[in-house]
């Protein structure tokens, strides 16, 4: 009776049934092309460095492969049922003819798999030790670390050992055509660095230190993603990587070494208001500002621990000069041509940065905080410090103040 059942089933198998599947399959593929342009987070095309082009040149050719393998063993899977399928008709007792024995098939679909499983292997060995490779003598040295949940980058530009010269956050800057020879770290839980366009991943582990290498063949921003769970925020911990021409590179390392602008205490401006707050408000105890609090955060380390479990915070020294804020999460800058083409290097007219900037996504983040992002901001019972921004529940004039503060801090 099961014999007769798949008989009969097979039998309603028709030609354009498998034709209608086949095309199905065509039209998606050939719509991954459009996919791959729309949607930069792919290691696949596009990519834009020296070690995202030998891990594509890698991958591709193992999909090609992996690729004729599934349309040979089923397209000859499809061509076994179809032709050899029962029929009414055929002798109930009849045994297919057996190729036991056959040395020649057993050797072929023994051996080729073997040979081809040998060339990946030794594809990827070659690999593993290509991207091993130490980076030049002339790089960029930049440390980087993850945290819950966004990522700090601190440049040791002097190459003296010590990653001091530079402390920014969410934005990766760099020099487009030179090396960039990154040492990622975390301060809680493990975290991964992925920015596909430019090389693969690396895991960001507390107490260790993992060497990495990127390099940007041309001047653009590469977003990447944390790779790794690590807790409420983890899918919207993002990183982005901006590479500059070597002059804009060192004309935005001078100016991140400058310290921000100090305000009298009598200043009654917007933004002398908006630097008061600063000070009054917990801002002062968490985040550092260059030339302004460094008492109370000394090289940014926060004194109470009841206020953040990882004692860290942004440095906000700069905050006008990137792109993007809350862990790369929100754009600092509206999506507009004329402001995409502004990058890191806001200019110096303030109506350029007014009408650039985001105003909406900072006023809804000052307002609160954890509304906006996954936190767990709020000291657990017990433990110490929370994780993320808190609500400070400031009022909107507040809000307008703090703002025309951080503008200022280019």
């Known amino acids: ?29 050939a719509g991954c092309g459009d996919v791959f342009d729309r949607h930069p987070q792919n290691t696949l095309h596009n990519t834009r460095g020296p070690e995202a082009d030998f891990l594509a040149n890698l991958i591709n050719p193992v999909f090609a492969v992996a690729g004729v393998v599934f349309v040979l063993v089923l397209g000859g899977t499809l061509f076994v049922v179809l032709k050899f399928r029962a029929r009414d008709d055929d002798d109930a007792e009849e045994i ?18 073997a040979l081809i499983l040998l060339g990946v292997a030794i594809a990827t060995v070659v690999g593993v ?53 990154l040492s990622i770290t975390s301060r809680d839980v493990i975290h991964s660095f992925w920015a596909p366009r430019l090389n693969g991943k690396r895991d960001a582990v507390p107490n260790r230190d993992h060497p990495w290498r990127l390099e940007a063949e041309r001047p653009g921003e590469y977003v990447g993603q944390c790779t790794e769970f690590c807790g409420l925020s983890h899918a919207e911990m993002r990183i982005k ?36 707050l600063f000070n009054q408000q917990l801002c002062s105890s ?68 007014t009408r650039c900037l985001d105003r909406a996504a900072l006023e809804a983040w000052l307002r ?20 993320g921004m808190p609500n400070l529940n400031l009022d909107e004039a507040q809000i307008d103040q703090l703002i025309a503060y951080l503008t200022t801090l280019k």
């Open 1 to 29: 009776m099961l014999r007769r059942a798949l008989s009969q089933g097979l039998r309603r198998v028709r030609p354009a049934t498998s034709l209608a599947g086949l095309a199905t399959a065509a039209v998606v593929l």
């Open 96 to 113: 297919p003819r057996q190729i036991h024995g056959n040395m020649r098939l057993e050797l072929g679909w023994t051996f080729l798999p």
């Open 129 to 181: 030790f290509r991207l091993a490779e130490k980076p030049s003598e002339d790089a960029l040295r930049v440390q980087v670390i993850g945290q819950q949940w966004w990522w700090e980058y601190r440049y040791d530009l002097d190459r003296d050992g010590a990653y001091d010269d530079v402390t920014t956050a969410n934005d990766l800057v760099i020099p487009a055509g030179r090396e960039v020879d």
């Open 241 to 276: 990587v901006i590479a500059l021409t070597t002059g804009q590179f060192d004309r935005w390392a001078d100016g991140q070494q400058e310290q921000a602008r100090a305000f009298a205490a009598d200043d009654t401006s917007l933004a002398g208001q908006g630097a008061a």
């Open 286 to 353: 968490c985040h550092l500002i260059e030339g302004v609090n460094d008492d109370k955060v000394p090289n940014g380390v926060i004194k109470d621990r009841n206020l953040q479990m990882s004692r860290r915070a942004p440095n906000l020294t700069h905050f006008m000069s990137r792109t993007t804020f809350a862990g790369a999460k929100f754009d600092l800058r509206k999506d507009t041509p004329e402001c995409r083409k502004l990058g890191v290097t806001w200019a110096d007219d303030p109506d350029d940065l």
């Open 368 to 387: 609160n905080p954890p509304a906006e992002k996954a936190m767990a901001a709020d000291p657990v019972p017990g433990k110490t410090g929370g994780r």
